[in-house]
């Protein structure tokens, strides 16, 4: 079993939907990082988070350390949003989930 | 201030060659990781390096090695190479030793033949 679980795997939205992206986790952690990739390859940081709630722009992260959970949530999405959304924990590593790949359509 | 830099930025290779890919972080980063993802695999962690040592790896084999120069700068070198090899490598610097936000390279994207 993965240490790290995203859902879901794809996610196609119309322009100004609310959108969600959750990531489960199985182990202990020092913190959690979401991570945006374009179809170029290039990857950003979004956030990184140990506890309760971070917001930049339209983009929100929580987590819920007793639950092993996060959550990143794009509010009024535009097609811009479109990419990989990657969820990682940290331990003495970054072990990254699978990603979600996010469509959103004018 | 400018962004971390990998080159090259594409690699064509054949099996048994062997490869050296440089990254250089933003400066006064002194933390510089090197990620592997492949479709079949995704992100996968290779090794961490601090004030040139290395701090971690990631499970990979001996044909992935690197080093971490004075000015920060940091090579990786895959020996041997396989066809399962073909991936992109990223690195990413932070300030202190990872405990923190990373900024990611475009990576170099690596074929072999």
């Known amino acids: 079993k993965n240490e790290v679980e995203q859902s879901p795997q794809n996610l196609t939205a119309q322009e100004g939907e609310f959108i969600t992206i959750n990531c489960s986790y199985s182990v202990g952690i020092s913190a959690l990082h979401w991570l945006q990739q374009h179809p170029g390859g290039g990857i950003v940081s979004l956030f990184m988070?140990?506890?309760g709630k971070k917001k930049h722009g339209r983009l929100i992260a929580t987590i819920n350390i007793q639950e092993k959970h996060s959550s990143l949530h794009i509010t009024a999405s535009h097609p811009r949003d479109s990419a990989v959304y990657i969820c990682a924990i940290q331990r003495d590593k970054l072990i990254f989930g699978t990603g979600t790949r996010l469509q959103v359509f004018p | 201030k400018a962004g971390v830099t990998q080159t090259p930025r594409y690699l064509i290779k054949t099996r048994g060659q062997q490869v050296t890919l440089s990254c250089s972080p933003i400066s006064g980063h002194r933390s510089v990781s090197w990620y592997q993802q492949t479709p079949g695999q995704g992100l996968q962690f290779l090794f961490e390096?601090?004030?040139?040592?290395?701090?971690n790896k990631g499970n990979f084999p001996g044909r992935f090695s690197g080093r971490q120069f004075s000015n920060s700068r940091s090579e990786m070198n895959v020996s041997t190479l396989e066809l399962g090899d073909s991936a992109l490598y990223l690195c990413a610097s932070s300030s202190v030793w990872q405990q923190e936000t990373q900024y990611f390279g475009p990576g170099t994207r690596l074929l072999v033949l």
């Open positions: 390096y601090f004030s040139e040592t290395q701090r």
């Open positions: 988070l140990s506890s």
